[in-house]
């Protein structure tokens, strides 16, 4: 009865290649972000939709896409890996209302070799 | 922009002592504010929140009092436990949609 669940978990790939992160809430809610912690725990939004409409796109290189089929899910693509973007992923969701908390996954820990 | 301001970690305590880490924010108008906390290898979890000026929030223990005129929300507990250990989040938000703008975490050991 997990409510935001992504996977996978952990992911280590070498430079060059392409990966998807999946994430799924069975909250019912509207909105579905990404965001993206570093090695130093600084958490920064990457995307956000609502309603499967992208609604914020921050200053994120193309090679990431994010895509969702439906408002449960909001899956992350990301090409041609660079080093930089190692880091863990969060994906999180909230009903609207300024003052509903969002829900987060456990994070996908991605390394590149 | 808005951005919150939280106090450099990491903050070593020993248990039962009391615990204050200090969150400011610079925001036009009037945000909810959060405290998420995160468990080594887990994701962020809801500690606490207010949504206007004077209002408290708590939980386990922990407390934060929105400020408005000094535009802060500090995080408060009487007594912390080993348990408590953890990395925690200051954040703000505005609209139903908007994401949340976080502070740099503060980390949070406390031992035997």
């Known amino acids: 009865d997990t409510a935001v669940s992504q996977t996978p978990k952990y992911l280590v790939t070498q430079m060059g290649n392409d990966k998807s992160i999946k994430c799924e809430q069975n909250l019912g809610h509207d909105t579905m972000y990404w965001y993206k912690q570093d090695s130093k725990k600084f958490l920064k939004i990457m995307f956000s939709?609502?309603?499967?409409?992208?609604?914020i796109n921050e200053t994120v290189p193309n090679r990431f896409s994010p895509k969702s089929p439906d408002k449960a899910h909001l899956n992350l693509h990301i090409n041609s890996l660079e080093l930089g973007d190692s880091a863990v992923y969060f994906c999180?969701?909230?009903?609207?209302?300024?003052?509903?908390?969002?829900?987060f996954g456990d994070g996908t820990r991605l390394s590149i070799l | 922009g808005d951005s919150v301001t939280q106090m450099e970690g990491p903050v070593t305590l020993s248990e039962e002592a009391f615990l204050t880490i200090n969150c400011t924010y610079t925001?036009?108008?009037?945000?909810?504010l959060f405290w998420y906390v995160q468990y080594p290898g887990e994701g962020l979890q809801l500690l606490l929140k207010a949504t206007k000026a004077d209002d408290k929030g708590s939980n386990k223990g922990f407390e934060a009092t929105y400020r408005k005129e000094t535009t802060s929300f500090h995080l408060e507990k009487g007594s912390v436990q080993v348990s408590d250990s953890a990395v925690y989040f200051c954040?703000?938000?505005?609209?139903?949609?908007?994401?949340?703008?976080f502070g740099k975490g503060t980390r949070l050991s406390v031992i035997a």
């Open positions: 939709y609502n309603n499967k409409e992208l609604i």
């Open positions: 954040a703000l938000r505005f609209s139903g949609n908007t994401p949340l703008v």
């Open positions: 925001a036009t108008g009037y945000p909810s």
């Open positions: 999180a969701s909230s009903p609207g209302g300024q003052n509903q908390p969002q829900h």
